[in-house]
Structure formats: structure tokens, C-alpha cells
């Protein structure tokens, strides 16, 4: 056995128990969030994508990062390798149900990004760069005053998004190319390439990532969905076997995986978590960086973005995958990730093509998500320590585990990330939930506000019944 396989196999354990302690914040907590928030995520869905698909010109003769290139970064965070080979490891392990269960615990984790992105609008901070930063971190820092747990949260989500999630979709991108254009050394070239590329954004600055995410993801997103949309026609025969599969299993696990109804609703919220990353803190952190006139609004736009992910983008991949026929032919593939989206499609008379296309587009996703983790990063180290050289260290750093990730392979980092992701998701959603009170008076001042006739409500932090901690807001 490799010393790669036996570090997997100390982990999974520890992996396992976090998990199951994560599940009890994030789904019980998440409920709570939706509840109290009246169930926005839903009711208010035509406000929410208005005002995340608006203001696509905003900012273009600013060096503030504007709503919309949050939203996009965030999105682009979102739509990464999960949308593809995460989907497709939910299906392998828990089965098609597992596909239900991400819905659901998106619609909860729609909430739950409401929250947690608001919070990080409330608290965020102007840094030397002249940009506003904020997350976890920070509001648990100025809202809980807490330093020591704030200082805790900004090394969980580097170590977490910086380098776990970073490696992730590093190596699954590199996978996929290897996949498609196979020969010697080729993980070593195509870390270099994606390490290289990711370099030229990182080192523009906040603002040169928003735009580069403002213009690239949109059309990413839509491209990836029209593909999807035509392999799902060539099986057309299949899709309602498909669909029917996803709500039969969603209670029962099929026989081949066990049987066990917990494997699939893990597999769901586990799949659906990496890929949305609602409750995680991830996003709270893009969220902050958005010059806007109430933090309400960026919640909103934010939680949106969560449904985009998982109930437009993973349910196409999942059609992909599931009209190819049935569960157990789908397993005899003997295929997992991006590989077994490949050899799906491969069969249609996308032919051999399919493996390249599919290969491009995992390029494309594990860079732009990339882009957003270090956006994460950055933001953090900057709540440590407001340095120049230290920003520059974690440019470096991504950049390195970016290229190093890409050697190592994916199931190294996958287990260490999921380990990582539970525990933020834990810490992160107590300190939410600590501070949701700020949450539902900003809530409620933007409503009345709106019932005012005001059409772009503003923010003032005398609104809080306690704002201290709260700077950027007077």
C-alpha cells in the first residue's frame, strides 16, 4: 500500500465522524435559518435571480469589486469540478436518490448563504488595497468579539478552500485532461499550465479577478448547460427512467451500494455541499467584497446562486449521466468523476470527441473556481495580517498547491478538503447563528424599506439594535 492510500485510509474515519457532527449544523441549522427568514429562497426567487442577473455594466469605471462581479465570482467559486465529477461520485456512492437529497439541501443551504452573507456585508472592513473584505473571520471577530476565533475560522478557510478545495479542482481538472491527452509526465505539463494561467489572474488584484469571472462564468455556465441539455437528447428514451430513478432511490438505496438510506442522504448532502458550498463560510467571503448600498442584498443574490448550482447545473449533469440507462449499467462502467461523464457521453454520437469537450470544460471550471478560492484566501490572510509579503506568500502558495495537487491525484486532496469542509461548516454555522439576530433587523429594515416604495433601499448601521463591531456602515 502507498503512503498516499494509507494517509486515505487514516483519514476516512476521522472524515466520517466530522461529517455526521457537520450534518446536525448545517441541515438543523439551515432549517432554522429558513424558517425564520420565512422561506425567501423560495417565495422571493423572482427578486433574488433580479437582482443577481442585473447589473451586469455596474463598475466598469471603479476599482470596487460591484455586486454583480461578486455574484459572478461567487458563482464561478460554485460551478467547478463538482458540477461534473462531484455529481457524478454522489451517484456512484449513494445511488440516484442522492441527486434528491442535493436538492433539498440546496433549498436549506440557500438559506444558510442568505445568512452568512449578510453577516459578512454587516462586518466587512476597507483594507490597504482599497477593497472591502469580510467573512467568517471577520464578523466573528467584530460581531462575537472573538479574536481567537476569528483567527481560527481565516486558517480553516485557507487551509480549507486555499488548499483543499484549490488541490481538488487542480487534480480533477488534471484527471480529465490526462483522460483526453494522454502521455508521459502529462500531470507535471498540466499543472504547470493550469499553475501558470492561475498565476496571470491572481496577480492582477481583486478587480481584475471580478471582471475576469463577470465575463467568463455567465457564458461557462450557459455552454456547459446547452451541451448537457443535447447529450440528455440523444438519450431522450431514457430520461424519464432518469428522473423516476432519482425519486424512487431518494428513500431507498439501490441494492448495490448496500442498500443503506444514510449513504444516500450523506452522499447527497456531501456532494451537494462541495459543490454549492451553502453554510460552508466560502462565499460570505466573495460576498463581502461587493461595494453595495444595503448587505441584504448581496445575501439575496448570493443564495440564488445556490440554486443555480445545484437545481440547473448538477441536475443537467445528472440527466447526462442517468439517461444513459439503468443504475446498474451505469455502474458497470466501472467509472467515477469526470471519467464516467466522459465514457456517458462518449456514447452518444458525440463519439470520442466527447471526452475532449468534456476535458475542456473541466479545465475551464476548475480554473475559474480557483480564482474564487483565492479571492477566499486573500481576504483572509488579509484579516491576520495586512501585508504586502504576505499576501504574496499565499499567491504563491495556491499557485504551488495548484501545480503539486495535479501530481499527487485527486483522492488525496478530496479526503483531506471533505475532512476540512465539515469543520468549517460546523464552526462557521454556530458563529451564524451566534450573530442571526443582526441578520433579521437588516432583513426586516430592507423590507420595510421596499414596502416604503423605495426601490434601492440603503443601509445605515443604526438600524442594529447593536452595531458595535459594525464600520463600513455610517
Known sequence: MS????????????????????FVFLVGLGL????????????????TSSLALSGSSEGKRTHK????????????????????????????????????WMWIFAIIGSGSSFMESTLAQIYKEKKSDGNFHGGPAYYATKGLKNRKLGVLLAFLTVITFGIGFVGVQASNASSALVGAYSFDHAEVIYGAIIAVA????????LKKIGKFSSKIVPIMALIWIIFAIVAICFNIGNLG??????????????????????TVIMSGLRRGVFSNEAGLGSVANIASTADTKHPVKQGMIQSFGVLVDTLIVCTITALVILSYGSYESIMA??????????????????????????AG???????????????????????????KKVVFAIRVLIIAVAFISCVLGADLMEIVCDTFMAAMG???????????KKVYEAYKDYCDQKKNGIEEPEFHRDVLSNNEGVTEWE
Open 3 to 22: 503512503s498516499t492510500e494509507d494517509i486515505i485510509e487514516a483519514l476516512t474515519p476521522v472524515n466520517d465522524w466530522v461529517w455526521y457532527v457537520a
Open 32 to 47: 432554522f435559518f429558513t424558517y425564520k427568514i420565512k422561506f425567501l429562497q423560495i417565495l422571493k426567487l423572482k427578486e
Open 65 to 100: 469589486i460591484t455586486s454583480f462581479e461578486a455574484f459572478c465570482i461567487g458563482l464561478g467559486a460554485r460551478i467547478g469540478v463538482g458540477n461534473i465529477a462531484g455529481v457524478a461520485s454522489a451517484i456512484v456512492l449513494g445511488g440516484p436518490g442522492a441527486v434528491f
Open 198 to 205: 492561475a498565476a496571470a489572474i491572481i496577480f492582477g488584484g
Open 241 to 262: 427512467n432518469a428522473i423516476s430513478m432519482i425519486f424512487v432511490n431518494a428513500f431507498s438505496a439501490p441494492s448495490l451500494i448496500g442498500g443503506a438510506l444514510g
Open 333 to 358: 462502467l466501472g467509472l467515477t468523476k469526470s471519467q464516467l461523464v466522459q465514457a456517458v457521453v462518449a456514447s452518444t454520437p458525440f463519439g470520442e470527441a466527447a471526452k475532449y469537450i468534456i
Open 361 to 387: 470544460f473541466m479545465m475551464v471550471f476548475a480554473f475559474t473556481s480557483l480564482i474564487g478560492y483565492y479571492t477566499m484566501s486573500e481576504s483572509n490572510i488579509r484579516f491576520i495580517k495586512d501585508d
Open 426 to 436: 460546523a464552526v462557521n454555522m454556530i458563529a451564524v447563528a451566534l450573530l442571526s
